[in-house]
């Protein structure tokens, strides 16, 4: 069943939905190369698709830290990579939701 609400929702505080989990990973990079470290245990309420997105923490973006992006995402887990030209350690941003059908 969908519920279509016609207002404008604000939140003062934090926002918390059992199909929501955020969080923060960090990771030593091979210079040069992709490196990958695993997100594991989540556990979104609902039954759909898990979608997931990462962003570095950098203040040298497209210089230093190439890309970031997400692979291998499942209803525990995906897998977060990160492009870096240096191994200085870098944490990564992630959000995952999961659709409620």
Do not use: C, K
């Not at 497209?62 to 944490?91: D, K, P, Q």
Request: net charge positive.
């Amino acid at each position: 069943m969908t519920t279509v609400m016609e207002h404008d929702y604000r939140i003062s505080g934090a926002l918390s939905a059992g199909n929501i989990a955020r969080g923060v990973v960090a990771i030593t990079p091979v210079s040069g190369a992709p490196t990958s470290a695993a997100v594991t245990g989540l556990s979104l309420a609902g039954t759909g698709t898990v979608r997931a997105w990462v962003t570095p923490m950098t203040t040298v973006p497209g210089t230093l830290v190439v890309e970031a992006s997400v692979a291998s995402v499942t209803t525990s887990s995906f897998t977060v990579w990160i492009f870096r030209n240096s191994t200085a350690t870098t944490s990564v941003q992630w959000l995952a939701i999961r659709d409620r059908t």
